[in-house]
């Protein structure tokens, strides 16, 4: 079945670095668009980056650009979220989605993140 | 970066009830919004793609209108099932943005 499973969460202090991951299967990875979006109390639901079908194009909220990178290995069905630098206000949980901006077609209308991984959960605590 | 704002925040129905949601945008983004429902500790799941098309395999009660800067999704006919929490999503421009989510309780 069409799946996206993250991985890579923990307890960290603050300053301190992490990698989570986001294994896909059931579709053909290499043609999507692919998100990080966070989710915590304070701020709710919040887009943190895309990356293109093939990791030719990039996008990053404000407030995390300059300490997140996203990556992917086609050949191995596999986002990555590379977080520096972790504040306490990174504590969240961290999924990663699909849809349908920045695949391999052109998007004539936005089909909406219709594939969700379960989350993994960051915590950034001293 | 383009707001969107949901009302209400939350809202108390019985099942069998009639919900709608509001989501306005602070600018103009066509019909590029999504709705999603989320239940705790899960997941949000797409229901509404392209301000108005359901989702495959999302119940007929569910449906979403609008464009520009107005969207509605309404429930007809709540089920125990749909007691959530409901966001809208814009698509047009980044930063991508989420509404600030509307829950739906029970009465």
């Known amino acids: 079945q069409v799946e996206l499973v993250e991985s890579g969460g923990g307890v960290v202090q603050p300053g301190r670095s992490l990698r989570l991951s986001c294994a896909a299967s059931g579709f053909t990875f290499s043609n999507s668009g692919i998100h990080w979006v966070r989710q915590s109390p304070v701020k709710g639901l919040e887009w943190v980056a895309l990356?293109?079908?093939?990791?030719?194009?990039?996008f990053y909220a404000d407030s995390v650009k300059g300490r997140f990178t996203v990556s992917r290995d086609n050949s191995k069905n596999t986002l990555y979220l590379e977080i520096n630098s972790l504040r306490v206000e990174d504590t969240a949980v961290y999924y990663c989605?699909?849809?349908?901006?920045?695949?391999?077609?052109?998007?004539?209308?936005?089909?909406?993140?219709?594939?969700w991984g379960q989350g993994t959960t960051v915590t950034v605590s001293s | 970066d383009i707001q969107m704002t949901q009302s209400p925040s939350s809202v108390s129905a019985s099942v069998g009830e009639r919900v709608t949601i509001t989501c306005r945008a602070s600018q103009g983004i066509g019909s590029w919004l999504a709705w999603y429902q989320q239940k705790p500790g899960k997941a949000p799941k797409l229901l509404i793609y392209a301000a108005s098309n359901l989702q495959n395999g999302v119940p007929s009660r569910f449906s979403g209108s609008g464009s520009g800067t107005d969207f509605t999704l309404t429930i007809t006919g709540l089920q125990p099932e749909d007691f959530a929490t409901y966001y809208c999503?814009?698509?047009?421009?980044?930063?991508?943005?989420f509404g600030g989510g509307t829950k739906v309780e029970i009465k």
């Open positions: 999503q814009q698509a047009i421009s980044f930063p991508l943005t």
């Open positions: 990356i293109s079908y093939d990791g030719g194009n990039k």
């Open positions: 989605a699909k849809d349908n901006i920045f695949g391999v077609a052109t998007a004539l209308q936005y089909d909406g993140m219709d594939v």
